[in-house]
């Protein structure tokens, strides 16, 4: 991964260059010239080159900024494994059928962050099966590499419940468990 930010970053200042290039290059092989566009307006040659300026200094920061964008993925598999695990548990404990059943219930939600795993559980409020899932996501802790942390929230209302909540009201949390660094 920090290979193809290198890449991406000397893409990046390989266009600039170009483009500059490109641009003083013509600069310089005119003088002061009128162009006429369409329109009939007069524009002065150095407007023009002050706008292709402009324009290539957008153009590579839009893809300075988009060579960086997306979630960071890194945590995906751990935060899979302590899915299935607690989905197993709340089978086992007769909140749901099944896997898609539990699916369906929206019992769970990850949230990808750079450094490690995010999960919400939603309408999960029993004791004994929050007891569980505290233990599986111990477990589940001590396998992410050293350095991670881990973040879950036990909100006591169903996730439809919670979107439809104003966004000034504070989610009803009632257990937060915040694991970092081993």
């Not at 300075?64 to 548990?89: C, L, M, P, Y």
């Not at 990850?110 to 007891?131: A, C, K, M, R």
Request: hydrophobic share 40%; aromatic share 10%; with cysteine.
């Amino acid at each position: 991964m920090p290979n193809n930010h290198v890449n991406r970053t000397f893409f990046c200042y390989a266009l600039l260059r170009i483009s500059l290039r490109y641009i003083f290059a013509q600069k310089c092989s005119t003088k002061k010239l009128r162009v006429t566009w369409a329109l009939g307006f007069k524009i002065n040659r150095e407007i023009l080159l002050m706008k292709k300026i402009v324009i290539a200094l957008l153009m590579t920061a839009s893809i300075s900024i988009s060579a960086h964008a997306g979630e960071d993925r890194t945590f995906d598999q751990h935060a899979h494994k302590a899915i299935t695990a607690v989905k197993n548990s709340l089978i086992n404990s007769g909140k749901c059928t099944n896997v898609n059943d539990c699916t369906k219930k929206q019992y769970v939600f990850f949230n990808p962050i750079s450094q490690g795993i995010d999960l919400h559980f939603y309408g999960v409020t029993e004791e004994v099966l929050v007891q569980q899932i505290f233990s599986i996501l111990v477990q589940q802790y001590y396998r992410l590499p050293p350095g991670s942390s881990l973040h879950a929230n036990f909100v006591s209302s169903t996730k439809e419940v919670d979107v439809k909540r104003s966004v000034f009201k504070a989610a009803p949390v009632f257990v937060e468990i915040h694991m970092k660094g081993q």
